[in-house]
């Protein structure tokens, strides 16, 4: 059974970068039918996509945090990592790792979705 | 990039049905047949409920329902029940791989 677990530090100060990496299981992330993504939910908010891959290493940002954002992929460990520089307050979420299944003939969705971790920015 | 807009809640009584509406524009959710919606409770991680429009993936109850006319999605829950109460987010393929969600709703199971 496809599994997806983030892992990475808990609490990033002010300006330094959030470093979160995603662990897939029961699947391969190199498969040609999916790209993964990372979504976040501040407090008491909505969702909000902050990004895809695909195996390939094909990247798609948010426009509203493109400049801040580089997204990875690591298919010899299964994993794939989001880097989130000059964090504020504003930053901190419930971080999100998800599949993405491949629509035709274009396109995809969310449907596999990580248990999230919390992320908090804090000095 | 502008999130789609949902009610912020919506309420109904047990074996009632309740539509939520998800608002956006022609460049997302007119544009194109990949509009989903999640199921989160609280402390947990959402839960696909339907996907491209009105799909329901296996193990989803039928009494949950989609639809599609213009710029507006739409999903349907018939027979209420109380595990229905949660908050629910549509999400829209936006175009050159990207996508945009809801500011969700909180429905509630009276």
């Known amino acids: 059974q496809l599994q997806l677990q983030e892992s990475g530090p808990g609490l990033v100060k002010p300006s330094e970068t959030l470093s979160l990496t995603c662990t897939v299981s029961g699947g391969s992330i190199s498969s040609s039918s999916y790209y993964w993504g990372w979504i976040r939910q501040p407090p008491g908010k909505g969702l909000e996509w902050i990004g895809s891959?695909?195996?390939?290493?094909?990247?798609y940002y948010n426009p509203s945090l493109k400049s801040r954002v580089t997204i990875s992929v690591d298919t010899s460990k299964n994993q794939f990592s989001l880097k989130l520089s000059s964090v504020t307050a504003a930053d901190t979420a419930v971080y999100y790792c998800a599949r993405h299944i491949k629509a035709l003939p274009f396109g995809y969705y969310p449907d596999y979705w990580g248990q999230g971790t919390l992320v908090t920015v804090s000095s | 990039q502008s999130a789609l807009t949902q009610p912020a809640s919506v309420s109904g009584s047990p074996g009632q049905s309740i539509t939520i509406s998800c608002t956006g524009t022609?460049?997302?959710?007119?544009?194109?047949?990949?509009v989903s919606w999640y199921q989160q409770h609280p402390g947990k991680a959402p839960k696909l409920m339907i996907y491209e429009v009105s799909k329901r993936p296996s193990g989803v109850s039928n009494r949950f329902s989609g639809s599609k006319s213009g710029n507006t999605a739409s999903l349907t829950i018939s027979g209420l029940q109380a595990e229905d109460e949660a908050d629910y987010y549509c999400c829209s393929y936006a175009g050159s791989s990207t996508e945009v969600f809801g500011g969700g709703t909180k429905l509630t199971v009276l």
């Open positions: 022609s460049s997302d959710v007119g544009s194109y047949n990949l």
């Open positions: 891959i695909y195996y390939s290493g094909s990247t």
